[in-house]
């Protein structure tokens, strides 16, 4: 797929403020710091799309991009802040909620996932619950630059055994780096994939 156009439309702090859900949609979310900006603005070939922060939690709305005039692309807050208050992560939790679990037009989450560190309790909590509540979901394991391809494979892999430790199958799953861009073309031939197959489904 090809991105020809990606403009914000909208960045708000409730489900009921989102844009009509007339579209298909693929939102991105993960613990914070995971690099989630840098890939989005990799994915879309506009730096400056989603604002990239040194410090973690910069991003607290639900933000919608228009792509091709066709689909939104959403950037979800993060997932276990260290710099915010109990009462602002709280907000975050219940945000992040009604969005997974009643965006009609939700076609995949996609749950990053650093590849640099051993299985973090919070990501694993976070991609049980999803599942547990049927969210249609993909992982992508992110600054894969920074491993040797040993090592990439033996952080990947600790993964898929505590997942399998509970589910039968995995998700689909890739490896990216929004310093070489690695992953770019995988992850949005994944999405053009879900468009045409539900397409094909109505």
């Given at each position: 797929?090809q991105i020809k156009q990606a403009?914000?439309?909208?960045?708000?702090?409730?489900?009921?403020?989102?844009?009509?859900?007339?579209?298909?949609?693929?939102?991105?979310?993960?613990?914070?710091?995971?690099?989630?900006?840098?890939?989005?603005?990799?994915?879309?070939?506009?730096?400056?799309?989603?604002?990239?922060?040194?410090?973690?939690?910069?991003?607290?709305?639900?933000?919608?991009?228009?792509?091709?005039?066709?689909?939104?692309?959403?950037?979800?807050?993060?997932?276990?802040?260290?710099?915010?208050?109990?009462?602002?992560?709280?907000?975050?939790?219940?945000?992040?909620?009604?969005?997974?679990?009643?965006?009609?037009?939700?076609?995949?989450?996609?749950?990053?996932?650093?590849?640099?560190?051993?299985?973090?309790?919070?990501?694993?909590?976070?991609?049980?619950?999803?599942?547990?509540?049927?969210?249609?979901?993909?992982?992508?394991?992110?600054?894969?630059?920074?491993l040797s391809g040993n090592e990439?494979?033996?952080?990947?892999?600790?993964?898929?055994?505590?997942?399998?430790?509970?589910?039968?199958?995995?998700?689909?799953?890739?490896?990216?780096?929004?310093?070489?861009?690695?992953?770019?073309?995988?992850?949005?031939?994944?999405?053009?994939?879900?468009?045409?197959?539900?397409?094909?489904?109505?």
């Amino acid at each position: 797929m090809q991105i020809k156009q990606a403009q914000f439309i909208s960045s708000v702090g409730r489900l009921d403020q989102c844009p009509t859900a007339d579209r298909h949609e693929f939102a991105f979310i993960g613990r914070s710091n995971v690099g989630k900006s840098s890939l989005l603005n990799m994915l879309m070939s506009r730096k400056g799309l989603a604002k990239v922060s040194q410090k973690p939690g910069k991003t607290q709305t639900i933000n919608h991009f228009l792509v091709n005039d066709q689909w939104y692309l959403v950037d979800l807050p993060g997932y276990g802040y260290a710099s915010v208050s109990k009462d602002l992560k709280a907000g975050f939790g219940k945000m992040i909620d009604f969005y997974v679990t009643k965006r009609t037009n939700l076609d995949c989450l996609f749950v990053l996932l650093d590849s640099r560190v051993p299985p973090q309790r919070i990501d694993l909590d976070f991609i049980l619950w999803a599942g547990e509540h049927g969210v249609p979901m993909a992982l992508i394991f992110t600054k894969t630059d920074k491993l040797s391809g040993n090592e990439l494979t033996k952080s990947m892999k600790a993964y898929e055994r505590k997942l399998l430790e509970i589910w039968e199958a995995l998700p689909p799953n890739f490896v990216s780096s929004a310093e070489t861009g690695r992953g770019k073309e995988e992850i949005l031939n994944f999405m053009q994939t879900v468009m045409s197959e539900s397409e094909e489904n109505k």
